[in-house]
């Protein structure tokens, strides 16, 4: 029941999901009554499970108020479902809320003190993938090694690079740049050189080079970050569209270059990336954007199928119990 358009948009992004992924069964956690007719709108949904709930969480809720008064709510039931006998949940939901109910019905992996959220977007190179993106305001030194270490599983396991590189967010290159918890931060990793392959500081100019595979920052950068660079791609691709409608020539020029400008538009489409992972849970839960389409959710049910399927929680249980076992974190 969360998002800007739903419940219609995940039960269109559901269907879309469903086709191209055949074996995938569905939960949905909701008023029954709403939802009940837009499932049965949909043939290849049809015997989907339905649980029945009045309560929704509003996106504007005090996530504080609602862990204490929402546990019949429909979000909470979706996680309780994760705990007991789902294998993932999507939700487009509000976020304060999902990580807090998260965090309190599914706790987090041994050895690892908070969640993150993790996404991954394009690059020159391919994709990157950063975290923090908002789970954890303010972090120490341990966290963010904590969240390189789990971003370098995620990228093995996820997005399948064998040896991914990782950097620190930084306001400079300079080993003297930045906060102190960020430069001990850095230390240990260089001295962590066996398990990971540390490289450096990164600057924000340079995150969409495609010179890393992992990008660890706390919270509130990384999600300034994360805002920034979505509304630069949308400014640029929007303002695109409107110069290539000022002038016969420019429409002209359009139509010589449409295949190549097409390619640039699905390269950039935030849609394909859409599915931010709370990454150090003891299961999967992986956020929508509020205001995606079907196409979007789709996608976002797509990371959690992926996740599920390659069993992703007790493969990262493995990896990070091997590279923490000598750390005291």
């Given at each position: 029941?969360?998002?800007?358009?739903?419940?219609?948009?995940?039960?269109?992004?559901?269907?879309e999901?469903?086709?191209?992924?055949?074996?995938i069964?569905?939960i949905?956690?909701?008023?029954?009554?709403i939802?009940?007719?837009?499932?049965?709108?949909?043939?290849?949904?049809?015997?989907?499970?339905?649980?029945?709930?009045d309560e929704?969480i509003?996106?504007?809720?005090?996530?504080?108020?609602v862990?204490?008064?929402?546990?019949?709510?429909?979000?909470?039931?979706?996680?309780?479902?994760?705990?007991?006998k789902s294998n993932a949940?999507?939700s487009?939901?509000n976020?304060?809320a999902?990580?807090?109910?998260?965090?309190?019905?599914l706790k987090t992996?041994?050895?690892?003190?908070?969640?993150?959220?993790v996404?991954?977007?394009?690059?020159?190179?391919?994709?990157?993938c950063?975290?923090?993106?908002?789970?954890?305001i303010?972090?120490?030194?341990?966290?963010?090694?904590q969240?390189a270490?789990m971003?370098?599983?995620?990228?093995?396991?996820?997005?399948?690079?064998?040896?991914?590189?990782?950097?620190l967010?930084?306001?400079?290159e300079?080993?003297?740049?930045?906060?102190?918890?960020?430069?001990?931060?850095?230390?240990?990793?260089?001295?962590l050189?066996?398990?990971i392959?540390?490289?450096?500081?990164?600057?924000g100019?340079r995150?969409?080079?495609g010179?890393?595979?992992?990008?660890?920052?706390?919270?509130?950068?990384?999600?300034?970050a994360?805002?920034?660079?979505?509304g630069?791609?949308?400014?640029?691709?929007?303002s695109?569209?409107?110069?290539?409608?000022?002038?016969?020539?420019?429409?002209?020029?359009?139509f010589?270059?449409?295949?190549?400008l097409?390619?640039f538009?699905a390269?950039m489409?935030?849609?394909?990336?859409?599915?931010a992972?709370?990454?150090?849970?003891?299961?999967?839960?992986?956020?929508?954007?509020g205001?995606?389409?079907s196409f979007?959710?789709a996608n976002?049910?797509?990371?959690?199928y992926?996740?599920?399927?390659y069993?992703?929680i007790?493969?990262?249980?493995?990896k990070?119990?091997?590279t923490t076992?000598?750390?005291?974190?």
């Open positions: 029941m969360g998002g800007d358009h739903a419940p219609e948009i995940v039960v269109e992004g559901a269907s999901a469903k086709i191209r992924y055949p074996d069964e569905f949905f956690f909701g008023n029954k009554k939802l009940e007719p837009l499932i049965n709108g949909k043939n290849n949904l049809s015997g989907s499970e339905i649980v029945h709930t929704a509003n996106s504007n809720d005090k996530p504080s108020y862990i204490r008064r929402g546990a019949n709510t429909s979000m909470a039931l979706a996680i309780k479902s994760v705990r007991d949940m999507v487009a939901g976020t304060g999902l990580m807090g109910f998260s965090k309190l019905f992996i041994s050895g690892i003190n908070r969640p993150a959220i996404a991954c977007f394009p690059t020159k190179q391919g994709e990157v950063m975290l923090d993106l908002g789970a954890n303010e972090c120490d030194k341990n966290n963010l090694i969240f270490l971003g370098q599983a995620f990228a093995k396991i996820v997005i399948g690079v064998k040896n991914p590189k990782v950097s967010l930084n306001v400079g300079e080993e003297i740049k930045g906060f102190s918890y960020i430069q001990n931060a850095s230390e240990t990793l260089k001295n050189s066996k398990i392959n540390y490289c450096g500081y990164i600057e100019d995150i969409t080079e010179l890393v595979d992992v990008i660890v920052t706390d919270g509130f950068t990384g999600n300034i994360l805002k920034t660079a979505e630069t791609a949308g400014f640029f691709t929007n695109l569209k409107e110069a290539l409608k000022k002038s016969i020539f420019s429409k002209l020029g359009y010589l270059a449409k295949n190549s097409e390619g538009r390269h489409d935030p849609r394909k990336y859409n599915g992972v709370f990454l150090g849970l003891n299961g999967i839960v992986v956020k929508s954007h205001g995606t389409d979007g959710f976002a049910i797509g990371v959690a992926d996740m599920a399927k069993n992703f007790e493969d990262l249980k493995k990070l119990s091997i076992k000598h750390l005291d974190l």
